[in-house]
């Protein structure tokens, strides 16, 4: 006999016979191990034999072991840091853990703030009049984001073979938005697609005559006799 199926979460697998009776042999589900999302070795977690220390003011103090770079570290109340795990031999650190790990947040932070992202619109060529508004309004708010627009024109059977009025649909559509951006990637065929990309303008500086007039010094004033 056979034990098919799950129960209760639990997998049974073949059915065997104890003191006359037959039960199912209960396999627990295995998990896996969800990864730890900070890896960085610290103070009695350097288990390597030789280490590169830096000091806390970035000297060099050399190679030594943990344990020794580790007393260097407490004696200035700070811990000992692997900064450079893949260098032979690893690089350690002597620094403050705690403030290290806000920086390296905040550069992760900042990094994601400077990606720029892309952005699909799709469309059809039959696409009504107020649609198209809609998804010109959405793609404006994507550029004004700094983020690059995909304009995509889907096609279906014999849509395919006037592929130039779809072109010529997505140059009117980007004729809309010449304030707001610029073309990157000129349209093109992708499988049943036509595509071109759009990248956001960068807001030009103020002129410098307007510039040299706000930082010129104010005109004196005529003094008036008495």
């Known amino acids: 006999m056979r034990c098919e199926g799950w129960q209760g979460g639990l997998n049974c697998g073949f059915v065997v016979q104890t003191f006359g009776a037959w039960r199912p042999v209960i396999r627990r589900q295995s998990f896996e191990r969800r990864p730890e999302t900070n890896t960085t070795r ?9 280490v590169r220390v830096i000091g806390a003011e970035g000297e060099q103090l050399g190679i030594m072991s943990p344990e020794e770079g580790r ?38 932070t900042a990094a994601k703030a400077e ?25 404006g708010k994507f550029l004004a984001k700094g983020n690059k627009v995909k304009l995509e024109m889907a096609m279906r059977g014999r849509e395919r073979s006037y592929t130039y009025r ?27 697609f036509i595509s071109l990309v759009l990248e956001p303008i960068a807001l030009t500086p103020p002129p410098a005559a307007a510039a040299a007039a706000v930082a010129a010094p104010p005109a004196p004033r005529a003094v008036v006799p008495s």
């Open 42 to 50: 610290i103070n009695h977690h350097i288990r390597i034999a030789k």
């Open 71 to 108: 007393r260097l570290a407490e004696a200035r109340g700070l811990d000992l840091v692997e900064v450079a795990a893949d260098a032979r031999p690893p690089v350690c650190k002597i620094l403050n853990y705690d403030k290290y790990r806000y920086e390296q947040s905040k550069k992760k």
């Open 166 to 192: 779809w072109v010529q649909q997505l140059n009117e559509i980007v004729k809309h938005l010449t304030a707001q951006a610029k073309v990157i990637s000129p349209p093109r065929a992708e499988g049943r």
């Open 115 to 139: 990606r720029v992202e892309m952005k699909t619109i799709r469309l059809r060529p039959a696409t009504d009049e107020h649609d198209r508004d809609t998804k010109l309004r959405q793609v």
